[in-house]
């Protein structure tokens, strides 16, 4: 079946340790983004790449970096200048890079990644 | 700026009632887009509908509906009949055209008593 695959499902970071969360997808999808999710803050935008070989910033990039050198897989790093790296990480496709709104099922989400410090 | 406010955090009801979430929308743009999510406990976001800004039929699909109303910003969720499945969180989010932001509600948990 076509989907998001996120890996791995936990992971705790060290002090001053980069991370990197996976994400693949079999979609076919332009399109690939990079949430993030905190208690009664709802999902706030890290990254997004609307094609292969480039991404841009969204609302809260720092400390977070992103490649796209494949249309199935984008990477998102969090760095250990990310201060308060522990939340749960969503990532999502969507099938045009013109806009979320374009297509009539603009975003599919894999199943999360959370994060926590040791 | 685009914002989008789900007031209500957590809402809990006795199964086969009816629940309404509510999500109040405020955007400068004329053409935008409206989406309900529905996170479960597995943690994916799940899709439930799209609507565009020039569409304000109220639409039906099974046991949920949605209220759009242009003149009181909203873009209001009923579940009729409500199930033991049905509890999850559920976003409201809203984007314009040709926008690759999603701007997110807080979310609304909703619990349904057995």
């Known amino acids: 079946d076509g989907g998001i695959t996120q890996s791995p499902k936990y992971l705790f970071r060290k002090e001053g340790q980069n991370v990197t969360l996976s994400c693949e997808q079999n979609?076919?999808?332009?399109?690939m983004y990079w949430y993030r999710q905190d208690p009664g803050q709802g999902l706030r935008l890290i990254y997004y790449?609307?094609?292969?070989?480039?991404?841009q910033k969204g609302d809260i990039a720092e400390g977070y970096s992103v490649s796209r050198e494949k249309k199935e897989s984008f990477p998102l790093t969090v760095t250990s200048a990310q201060k308060n790296p522990t939340a749960f990480y969503l990532c999502?496709?969507?099938?045009?890079?013109?806009?979320?709104?374009?297509?009539?099922?603009?975003?599919?989400f894999g199943d999360g990644t959370r994060l926590s410090i040791l | 700026a685009q914002k989008v406010t789900q007031a209500q955090t957590e809402i809990s009801v006795v199964e086969k009632e009816d629940v309404t979430l509510d999500c109040v929308y405020e955007?400068?743009?004329?053409?935008?887009?409206l989406f309900w999510y529905k996170q479960p406990p597995s943690g994916e976001l799940v899709f439930l509908i799209r609507?565009?800004?020039?569409?304000?039929q109220n639409e039906i699909s099974g046991r949920y509906s949605w209220n759009f109303q242009k003149s009181t910003s909203s873009f209001n969720f009923t579940i009729t009949a409500s199930q033991v499945v049905d509890s999850a969180v559920y976003f409201c989010?809203?984007?314009?055209?040709?926008?690759?932001?999603?701007?997110f509600g807080t979310g609304t948990r909703l619990t349904i008593i057995p």
């Open positions: 999502a496709s969507s099938p045009s890079g013109q806009g979320v709104g374009y297509s009539n099922q603009p975003q599919h």
């Open positions: 979609l076919n999808h332009d399109a």
């Open positions: 790449s609307q094609i292969v070989n480039d991404f």
């Open positions: 955007t400068r743009d004329t053409t935008y887009y």
């Open positions: 609507r565009n800004s020039f569409d304000e």
């Open positions: 989010a809203l984007t314009y055209l040709g926008n690759e932001k999603l701007t």
